[in-house]
Structures are given as structure tokens and as C-alpha cells.
């Protein structure tokens, strides 16, 4: 198996445009995760999906993320507009069932708005 | 290392001694503890788990310890070998509630040749 694999690896934006990462789980895995990750606060959970459905979107920091996953092997996180204060790095995970400790996590995607 | 921050508590060890990580939690409802891995510019790793009803756990090389009473979690890694190099996380899931995975800030392992 190819592991998560996460689109793209390194984005450069400026403040006020859109920027889509994806994400395409391991197959069979019924649950997906967003996280995030910067310096100052570590590793966040901004949403997280099981059998295509958000259970727990607490974590989105406001209404500029928006997380859809449209089918069991695509999931994108969306921003729109930046801000610079976005620049982290954002990590899609998935695991066979919801209850796992065990994520798969992909490379993550780092994002730079400038 | 891009991928975590500089301000991370940082344990040094010479190669071949062993290493422990200590972690502590928040949440006494929390019944499952898990420890991530991640090496520079990759994602977490899974490393080991353990269930609350345990207090010791054993894998290849590692051992996780669980004291309940002062919300205390462990990673020992025997003979540490270069390629531990990483930030260490401990993480907790309340099971049959939200199921959330909530990470820790982490411990950076620096081994010494």
C-alpha cells in the first residue's frame, strides 16, 4: 500500500488567497484526520471524518476552513481567504476503524502565506 | 526538523544507553494512551499503545508504563540506536465518547555517537 498520501508537499500563497490541500487515505480505512501543526501549538486536530462524515469539526479555527470528504479516498482542507498566521503544516491521517489509536499519517503539507 | 518547533524539551542520550520519555496527562477520563514517533519532515509514527486497565506494555526495544494515580505515561527504548533520533509524542483518546486523538507537545531524543 502507497501509505496517506497528501497534495501538495510545500505551498507558498500570499495572504488572501485560496489554498486546497488533499488528501487520499489508505484504502479500506474507515476514518480520516486533519491535524495541524505548528511551533507554538504543537499538533491540533481540526477535524476528523468516519465513513466519509464529520463527526468532530471543533477544532477548525473559523469559518475561513472548510473540510469535505467526498468519497471513502479523497478528503480536501480548504482555505479561504489565508492569512499568514495559517502557516503550518498540515498532516492527513487515517485509520482502519474510528475507536484506533493507530493513525497513518502522510507527509504532511507545509503552507506558507505570506 | 521543520516539522516541530524549537522549544521542545530535549533529552540526550549516549547511543546504546537506554532512553525514557515521560509524558503527562490532563484528562482522568482518558482510557487509551498511545506514543508517536516522528523523524524530520516526516509524520507521526505509531509506536506503541496501552490500555488503562494495563500499566506496563512491551514491543521491540520498547516499554510503555502507566501510573493512573499521578496521570503519568512512559516510553523506555533499550540500547538507543541513531535512527531514534525524533520528537517523541505521547497521545490520549477517550474511548466511546468523542474517540478524539489529543497529541502532547512532545520531547525531542538526541543521540550522542
Known amino acids: 500500500d502507497a501509505g496517506v498520501i497528501q497534495s501538495p508537499r510545500h505551498e507558498v500563497t500570499e495572504m488572501g488567497q485560496e489554498v486546497t490541500l488533499r488528501c487520499k487515505p489508505i484504502?479500506?480505512?474507515?476514518?480520516l484526520f486533519w491535524y495541524r501543526q505548528t511551533m507554538m501549538r504543537g499538533l491540533e486536530l481540526l477535524i476528523y471524518f468516519n465513513n466519509n462524515v464529520p463527526i468532530d469539526d471543533s477544532g477548525m479555527p473559523e469559518d475561513r476552513f472548510s473540510a469535505k470528504m467526498p468519497n471513502a479516498s479523497f478528503s480536501t482542507l480548504k482555505i479561504q481567504p489565508s492569512e499568514p498566521r495559517d502557516s503550518a503544516v498540515y498532516f492527513c491521517?487515517?485509520?482502519?476503524?474510528?475507536?484506533?489509536?493507530?493513525?497513518?499519517f502522510g507527509e504532511g503539507s507545509r503552507l506558507t502565506v505570506l | 526538523g521543520e516539522s516541530v518547533g524549537l522549544h521542545l524539551p530535549t533529552l540526550s542520550v549516549q547511543e546504546g544507553d537506554n532512553s525514557i520519555i515521560n509524558c503527562a496527562y490532563s484528562n482522568s477520563a482518558s482510557d487509551y494512551f498511545i506514543w508517536y514517533k516522528q523523524e524530520s519532515g516526516k509524520g507521526p509514527q505509531f509506536i506503541i499503545d496501552i490500555r488503562s486497565n494495563m500499566d506496563k506494555r512491551q514491543g521491540q526495544r520498547v516499554t510503555v508504563l502507566l501510573n493512573k494515580t499521578v496521570k503519568h505515561l512512559s516510553l523506555q527504548i533499550a540500547a538507543t540506536q541513531p535512527g531514534d533520533s525524533a520528537v517523541y509524542f505521547c497521545a490520549e483518546i477517550i474511548m466511546n465518547r468523542d474517540d478524539k486523538i489529543i497529541f502532547g507537545k512532545g520531547t525531542r531524543l538526541h543521540i550522542l555517537p
Open positions: 484504502s479500506g480505512h474507515n476514518s
Open positions: 491521517a487515517s485509520s482502519l476503524i474510528r475507536s484506533s489509536g493507530e493513525l497513518f
